[in-house]
C-alpha cells in the first residue's frame, strides 16, 4: 500500500496518470491530504471510481487523540496521538505573542539516552513516515481551531537519527498548496549527531537549527548524554562552527539547567571560549523534575545567564508552558506506557 500522504505532489500526480486519470487530479488528492481527510471518501470531488482505486491501493494513517490535556495556566494544549499501529507519540501546541507552535516528535521512543529525559526511558521503538509528522501539525490545528504558524521539532525522537523522512516532511509542510509553513518558522533540534548537522550544513536549509548541548565539557556531557561518546563535544562545537560559516545561520543552544552538575561558573565561561566566532544563542532551560531522573533543576540559572551575558553571549531563559500538565517531554507517553504495564512504574 502507497503511504499516500508522504508523497510529494509529483510523486501523486504520476500516480495519477499512472492509474488513467489527468494530471490535475494530482494536485486535487494533494490538496485533500493537506486538509486533513481521514479517508478518501472525503475527496468529494473525485469520482467514486478513483476514489475507490485510491483505496485498493494506498493508505491513510490519520492519528487518533488517545488523551488531551489543557493548561489551565497558559493554555498550552498537550496531546498523546495514537497512532495506526498502536504506538503513542506527543504534540504540544504552545501559545505565544508571536504566533502559535507547534512542537512535535520524530520518533516513536528515542535511542540517545539523555540521563534526564523522559522520551528515552523505553528506548526508540521505530521512526514516524513523513506522514505521520505531518499529521501531527495538521490534526493540532484542526482539533484546537488554532492556526499554527510556526514548528519545532523537539518532542520525542532524535530528528537526525530519521533525517530522510524528516526532510521530505519539511518539503511537504513547505509546500504552497500544502500548509505552506516557510523554513524561517521551523526549527530542528538535536542532540549534537554531527553527520546529521554536516548534511543539514550541505543542504543550506533556512530553518533554525537547535543543538542540545546541556554540558560544554567532555567528562559532564558523557555523563548526561551517552551521544557524547559517539560525537564528541569539541568536534560538535567544530560541526557547529562549519554549519554557520556555510549557512550564516546562528544556531540556538540549548541547555537544560542541572542542579550541581552543568551549573558552575566555569562551565559558562568554557561556553563562551568555544563558542567564539560565531554568534550563538543559548537558551536556558529550566529542566523538568522527571521521577525516575535523579537529576534535580538548579538553583542557579540567573547567575548562569548573568555570566554568559557577561561574555557578550545572548542567553535566554526559556518560559516554562504547560506546569500544571505533562508538558516535559516523553512524560505523558510514559504515563500512559506504565498504565498499560509497558514499562516498569516508578
Given at each position: 500500500m502507497v503511504d499516500l500522504k508522504s508523497c510529494t505532489l509529483e510523486e501523486i500526480t504520476d500516480l495519477m496518470r499512472s492509474m488513467g486519470e489527468s494530471s490535475f487530479r494530482g494536485k486535487q488528492v494533494f490538496t485533500w491530504l493537506?486538509?486533513?481527510?481521514?479517508?478518501?471518501?472525503?475527496?468529494?470531488?473525485?469520482?467514486?471510481?478513483?476514489?475507490?482505486?485510491?483505496?485498493?491501493?494506498?493508505?491513510?494513517?490519520?492519528?487518533?487523540?488517545?488523551?488531551?490535556?489543557?493548561?489551565?495556566?497558559?493554555?498550552?494544549?498537550?496531546?498523546?496521538?495514537?497512532?495506526?499501529?498502536?504506538?503513542?507519540?506527543?504534540?504540544?501546541?504552545?501559545?505565544?505573542?508571536?504566533?502559535?507552535?507547534?512542537?512535535?516528535?520524530?520518533?516513536?521512543?528515542?535511542?540517545?539516552?539523555?540521563?534526564?529525559c523522559a522520551s528515552t526511558i523505553a528506548g526508540k521503538v521505530r521512526?514516524?513516515?513523513?506522514?505521520?509528522?505531518?499529521?501531527?501539525?495538521?490534526?493540532?490545528?484542526?482539533?484546537?481551531?488554532?492556526?499554527?504558524?510556526?514548528?519545532?521539532?523537539?518532542?520525542?525522537?532524535?530528528?537526525?537519527?530519521?533525517?530522510?523522512?524528516?526532510?521530505?516532511?519539511?518539503?511537504?509542510?513547505?509546500?504552497?498548496?500544502?500548509?505552506?509553513?516557510?523554513?524561517?518558522?521551523?526549527?530542528?533540534?538535536?542532540?549534537?549527531?554531527?553527520?546529521?548537522?554536516r548534511r543539514l550544513a550541505d543542504l543550506g536549509l533556512q530553518l533554525t537549527l537547535s543543538v542540545s548541548l546541556h554540558a560544554p565539557d567532555r567528562e559532564t556531557r558523557d555523563r548526561i548524554m551517552p551521544v557524547n561518546r559517539a560525537y564528541d563535544v569539541d568536534d560538535l562545537f567544530a560541526a557547529c562552527h562549519d554549519y554557520f560559516k556555510k549557512t550564516g545561520r546562528r544556531i540556538s543552544f540549548e541547555y537544560a539547567m542541572i542542579d550541581g552538575v552543568n551549573d558552575h561558573d566555569w562551565q559558562a565561561d568554557l561556553i563562551a571560549k568555544k563558542l567564539r566566532g560565531m554568534p550563538g544563542h543559548v537558551n536556558l532551560i529550566p529542566l523538568n523534575d522527571v521521577v525516575e531522573s535523579p537529576f534535580k533543576p538548579s538553583k542557579r540559572i540567573a547567575e548562569f545567564q548573568k555570566r554568559l551575558e557577561s561574555h557578550g553571549l545572548t542567553a535566554t531563559v526559556r518560559r516554562s508552558l504547560g506546569g500544571d500538565i505533562d508538558a516535559s517531554c516523553g512524560q505523558l507517553r510514559r504515563k500512559a506506557m506504565q498504565e498499560k504495564g509497558e514499562i516498569a512504574g516508578c
Open positions: 493537506h486538509k486533513g481527510v481521514r479517508s478518501f471518501d472525503e475527496m468529494s470531488n473525485l469520482s467514486k471510481t478513483l476514489r475507490g482505486k485510491l483505496t485498493e491501493t494506498c493508505q491513510l494513517t490519520p492519528p487518533t487523540v488517545a488523551r488531551k490535556q489543557v493548561s489551565q495556566l497558559d493554555g498550552t494544549i498537550k496531546y498523546l496521538w495514537e497512532l495506526s499501529d498502536g504506538n503513542c507519540i506527543e504534540t504540544v501546541l504552545m501559545r505565544y505573542h508571536h504566533g502559535n507552535t507547534v512542537c512535535i516528535s520524530s520518533q516513536v521512543g528515542c535511542r540517545m539516552g539523555c540521563a534526564f521512526d514516524l513516515t513523513p506522514a505521520e509528522m505531518l499529521d501531527q501539525v495538521l490534526f493540532t490545528q484542526i482539533d484546537s481551531g488554532v492556526e499554527i504558524s510556526n514548528i519545532v521539532l523537539m518532542g520525542i525522537g532524535e530528528p537526525t537519527d530519521n533525517l530522510d523522512h524528516v526532510l521530505r516532511f519539511l518539503e511537504l509542510v513547505n509546500h504552497p498548496d500544502g500548509l505552506n509553513i516557510g523554513m524561517r518558522h521551523i526549527s530542528l533540534s538535536t542532540c549534537g549527531v554531527i553527520p546529521g548537522i
